[in-house]
């Protein structure tokens, strides 16, 4: 078993996106009601780092161009 994350917390999400604990709540809140209106069971206070990464720049490496 790898000890890579499958979620994030607000903690995360603060560090991440340099924003307020509060803010980080609200980000995954709306984050967790896209999800459940594409069917998708949601924690309160989670979001899969996936899902995180890519609503927001921080899971591309790569240009769309290619």
Known sequence: MTN??????AEDVCTILSVSRPTAYRIIKKLNEELESMG??????RVPVKFFNEKF??????SKND
């Open 4 to 9: 890579e994350k499958v979620f994030y917390k």
């Open 40 to 45: 998708y069971m949601v924690i309160n206070g």
């Open 57 to 62: 720049y921080c899971g591309y490496t790569e």
